[in-house]
């Protein structure tokens, strides 16, 4: 084997990702596939990696997982695509065959290498190459008509709004309220529009992104919580009842109080979002409001479906590359996306 090298951004410890030039990846297991990254963008799971919040990131790791490619390399037992086909990459990397996974709970698979490992654990896709364990299930083929920017968020940001709008139980009737309207959020309100509710609401403090929401048709009604009353303009807006379903994304101090508040009893309240302390459920208050609370992380394993609502142009997620970078400039593409400089909301990276 040559000593090819290829360029990487790698996890170092908690404050420090940096380039470096790694060993190129091989295939390790007949299940395994070698994809060449075309195109990827940073997640803000990877600034919670850089700030020490994500106990089971190890350093040294390659970043990196949420990316699109195209083969390279199959291992023996690969059935489902082949070299040269283009591919959206999932978040998540799962056997297939265990208890959870058999139940469609991914996210909780079994295996070693199971639920988030890419760019956490095993190295990612902020690479020119990676190594995809599980390669039946952790890659699906993109449509020819769909571009990989078009393709880009499959497997993780569309991934999650398409399982919190699922989880929600969203009725034609209902009034559907976000908190949060950055990437994440954004995407849950185009996969919450696949349920035809009669309103969703936009919630979030930074009123740039609200007035992307609202341009966008994304939402209909946006609140600041800055400059009025969410629980009143909600009530409001709602004869008095509250929201029909509530999806928690943005994870701020207060936000988990405003989402079990802003529901009407017997609603939905999903909990996407990933807090950095523990939060309080006050059951006393809310005694016989007879909330159904779901909470977790993405079990991204529907991959197939959304690239179809793609490629039918029902999902289109052109709105939220703000930002495109070569690869050897992704270091400053972190500089911005950690610090929301310059009005971005995703920023896609040119790898090859
Ligand atoms: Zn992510
Ligand atoms: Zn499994």
Redesign the pocket.
């Known amino acids: 084997m040559s000593a090819a090298k290829m360029k990487a951004a790698v996890y170092k410890k908690p404050g420090l990702i940096q380039i470096e030039d790694r060993p190129l990846p091989y295939l390790q297991l007949p299940t395994d596939a070698i994809v060449r990254v075309t195109l990827a963008t940073i997640c803000s799971s990877d600034i919670h990696i850089k700030h020490g919040f994500v106990p089971k990131a190890v350093p040294d790791t390659i970043l990196g997982h949420e990316f699109v490619g195209v083969v390279e390399q199959i291992g023996s037992q690969v059935k489902t695509v082949r070299p040269g086909d283009r591919v959206a990459v999932n978040v998540e990397t799962?056997?297939?065959?265990?208890w959870?996974?058999r139940r469609g709970f991914?996210n909780n698979?079994?295996?070693p290498d199971?639920g988030w490992a890419l760019g956490c654990r095993i190295d990612g896709g902020q690479a020119e190459y990676v190594r995809i364990p599980f390669a039946d299930n952790g890659l699906t083929k993109i449509p020819h008509e769909v571009s990989d920017e078009a393709a880009l968020f499959t497997g993780d940001l569309l991934s999650t709004g398409y399982w919190a709008a699922d989880m929600a139980e969203i009725k034609s009737e209902d009034t559907v309220a976000v908190i949060g309207a950055g990437p994440t959020g954004l995407c849950s309100m185009m996969c919450a529009a696949l349920y035809q509710p009669k309103r969703i609401i936009a919630i979030d403090t930074c009123q740039e992104r609200l007035n992307l929401a609202k341009r966008q048709g994304l939402a209909q009604t946006v609140i600041n919580p800055d400059r009025e009353n969410v629980s009143q303009t909600i009530l409001n807006l709602t004869k008095g009842r509250g929201a029909d379903c509530v999806l928690e994304v943005a994870g701020k101090e207060n936000t988990f109080q405003m989402a079990w508040s802003i529901a009407r009893p017997n609603a939905v309240v999903c909990v996407v979002a990933m807090y950095e302390k523990d939060q309080i459920l006050p059951l006393p208050q809310m005694y016989g409001k007879n909330l159904i609370f779901k909470t977790g992380g993405v079990d991204a394993c529907r991959c197939a479906e959304i690239l179809q609502l793609i490629q039918q142009g029902r999902l289109n997620t052109s709105c939220l590359i703000t930002h495109r970078l070569p690869f050897d400039q992704i270091m400053k593409g972190y500089e911005i996306f950690e610090n929301k400089l310059d009005g971005v909301i995703k920023i896609a990276v040119q790898v090859s």
Do not use: Y
């Open positions: 799962f056997c297939g065959q265990c959870f996974c991914v698979c079994s295996h199971g």
